[in-house]
């Protein structure tokens, strides 16, 4: 059972537009969420971070949303640029259970030149 | 450079044989997590120690185990291992509980290839 879904496995954008990478989760005890971005051949990198209790968190390009009652985030790269390709994973924790991270699959972002 | 240091960073074995993973969290972390991401399972969370001791596990087979040293060093033992094993493992640490805040941050994997 998938706590957290990323139910786009690929995203193809234009460079210098918005690209919009959604994520949704079940498990109402998450009250912190993340998303990671992961190059070919190294780890994951902490890119941006949400707790529950806000509904918007900004970092130069990156914005993430929360949306509680939809159990829905979405990370928004703006503008898009070419080192922008990359995985991307959606991550929330702690849940109750573990103190880590429970993970998406990821969306592969290609941002076309 | 996350601070947590993986070695190896690539192994190849063959099916049946044993091997041992090694991880060196960031300094000061007291938690290890071991993921194992394959192709198109994402991140799967193994285990997570904390201080030396087992804090939760995930979906960590019976043929692999995990141990946190003293030193806070972690090592991940997979045996028996069969070509489904393939995948890149990774080790993260924190200082603790993970909360608004603060994060984990991923070594840059062992990838391990079983033939």
């Known amino acids: 059972d998938q706590q957290v879904k990323q139910n786009s496995p690929s995203l193809s954008v234009q460079e210098g537009r918005i690209s919009i990478l959604n994520c949704d989760y079940t498990?109402?005890?998450?009250?912190?969420f993340l998303w990671y971005k992961k190059y070919p051949a190294e780890g994951p990198t902490f890119l941006i971070s949400i707790s529950s209790i806000k509904d918007k968190n900004e970092d130069g390009r990156f914005t993430v949303f929360l949306n509680k009652s939809a159990k829905h985030l979405s990370l928004h790269i703006v503008p898009s640029q070419p080192g922008d390709s990359a995985v991307y994973f959606c991550?929330?924790?702690?849940?109750?259970?573990?103190?880590?991270?429970?993970f998406g699959k990821g969306t592969h972002l290609i941002i076309q030149p | 450079d996350s601070g947590v240091t993986q070695t190896p960073k690539h192994l190849i074995t063959a099916t049946g044989q044993r091997v041992t993973l090694r991880c060196s969290p960031r300094?000061?972390?007291?938690?290890v997590y071991w993921y194992q991401q394959s192709l198109d399972q994402g991140l799967q969370f193994l285990i997570q120690?904390?201080?030396?001791?087992?804090?939760a596990k995930g979906n960590i087979l019976e043929r692999f185990s995990a141990q946190q040293f003293p030193d806070l060093h972690s090592e991940l033992n997979l045996s028996s291992l069969e070509l489904g094993d393939s995948a890149l493992y990774f080790c993260a640490s924190s200082p603790g509980r993970v909360k608004a805040g603060n994060t984990i941050y991923f070594g840059e994997g062992s990838w391990l290839t079983v033939v």
């Open positions: 120690y904390y201080n030396g001791e087992e804090r």
């Open positions: 498990n109402s005890m998450f009250d912190y």
């Open positions: 991550a929330a924790g702690p849940g109750g259970g573990a103190d880590g991270l429970t």
């Open positions: 300094s000061g972390d007291l938690s």
